[in-house]
């Protein structure tokens, strides 16, 4: 008995270390926008503050992005930088549009944490540290990729003729 309470608090203070822990990908850009959270509140609505910023996220099947067909440019709603191309955009069934792929690797930044008792990697714009959503390792070829992003988090810009 006393092994399984000792074992148990050896766990339990392992997921509070994994928990503080982050390690994080991200890019060096020269142009970076940093704005005070008034700054961004006076910008977007509350439920864009609630995920770019507090890195929530909306729904399932509620965002007008998750559906959309049609052919152009995801763009990060805080900043507009491009993201995701609609080519890499695939169905996942989630509710969150879903991408194999960003535009490049140095438009997303990457946090791993443990803030729900396991490990999950959060998506970021590289520009305004935007939070997009995660990316998860069960996406189509050719990356393996399903970066789960929430449609708050987007601006759609459509290819034109």
């Known amino acids: 008995m006393k092994t399984c309470i000792y074992l148990g608090l050896i766990m339990m203070s ?3 270390c994994q928990a503080q822990q982050t390690t994080t990908k991200t890019t060096e850009r020269s142009d ?8 961004w509140k006076a910008e977007l609505n509350e ?10 996220t909306e729904r399932s099947f509620t965002g007008d992005l998750w559906d959309n067909k049609k052919e152009g440019t995801y ?3 805080g900043c507009q930088l491009p993201l ?10 989630t509710g969150w549009p879903s991408f194999y792929q960003p535009i490049s690797d140095d438009c997303i930044a ?3 944490d443990y803030k729900i008792g396991y490990k999950r990697v959060e998506v ?15 996406g189509p070829k050719p990356t393996g990729l399903r970066y789960c992003i ?6 759609f810009v459509e290819k034109k003729e």
């Open 14 to 16: 392992l997921i509070a």
């Open 32 to 39: 970076a926008i940093v704005k005070t959270d008034a700054e």
């Open 47 to 56: 439920q864009e503050f609630y995920v770019l910023r507090q890195a929530g």
């Open 75 to 77: 763009v990060c709603r």
């Open 84 to 93: 995701f191309s609609s080519e890499t955009k695939f169905k996942s069934g």
């Open 110 to 112: 990457e946090d791993v």
């Open 124 to 138: 970021h714009c590289a520009r305004c540290g935007g939070h997009q959503g995660h990316v998860f390792e069960d």
């Open 150 to 155: 929430n449609s708050v988090s987007l601006d």
